[in-house]
T-cell receptor, first 109, second 114 residues
């Protein structure tokens, strides 16, 4: 079957760095997405990785290793507004997105 | 209006009611999706429409009936729902021909079935 695993919840301190991991097993791979979802709001796109390596976008970076079926989202200089759920999703061989259950990130002052 | 809009934002209905959820996208996309989001569970893809044609129906019970009259509008008709159908229903759209599979989401409808 197809499976996306990510931690249920993480806690970090304002100003610090946090890494959210995602491992996947899917039938085919056409890219991996990270989305941010604040409580009661729509998921919003953060990043897309289809080749191995690190993609940096401001305070957020996303890494992919296709051979290991592994990705992480790195958030630097954490701000209170970064408190949200972070969703990992993989596009399978049919380009359908397979979603993880999301990681709830709690930022403490 | 910009992006993807959904109405209503909140809906409470009894098991014998009939209601409809509406989604509209203002992005010129050619694909639209319905997802169900329950607490602490992955997003569940329900239906996919490409160029108004339904291309995916992930074993969704017949009490959920989608309708896509054009590439900008998507409806989800609900009838004789069960309490376990209570969830956040998200609509999304994407431009499938661009090579990008990024999906743009609406704010969702919070559905409670009594």
């Amino acid at each position: 079957g197809q499976n996306i695993d990510q931690p249920t919840e993480m806690t970090a301190t304002e100003g610090a760095i946090v890494q959210i991991n995602c491992t996947y097993q899917t039938s085919g791979f056409n890219g991996l997405f990270w989305y941010q979802q604040h409580a009661g709001e729509a998921p919003t796109f953060l990043s897309y990785n289809v080749l191995d390596g690190l993609e940096e976008k401001g305070r957020f970076s996303s890494f992919l290793s296709r051979s290991k079926g592994y990705s992480y989202l790195l958030l630097k200089e954490l701000q209170m507004k970064d408190s949200a759920s972070y969703l990992c999703a993989v596009a399978d061989s049919n380009y359908q997105l397979i979603w993880g259950a999301g990681t709830k990130l709690i930022i403490k002052p | 209006e910009t992006g993807v809009t959904q109405t209503p934002r909140h809906l409470v209905m009894g098991m014998t009611n009939k209601k409809s959820l509406k989604c509209e996208q203002h992005l010129g996309h050619n694909a639209m999706y319905w997802y169900k989001q329950s607490a602490k569970k992955p997003l569940e893809l329900m239906f996919v429409y490409n160029f108004k044609e339904q291309t995916e129906n992930n074993s969704v019970p017949s009490r959920f009936s989608p309708e896509c009259p054009n590439s900008s509008h998507l409806f989800l008709h609900l009838h004789t729902l069960q309490p376990e159908d209570s969830a956040l229903y998200l609509c999304a759209s994407s431009q499938e021909t661009s090579g990008s599979y990024e999906q743009f989401f609406g704010p969702g409808t919070r559905l409670t079935v009594l």
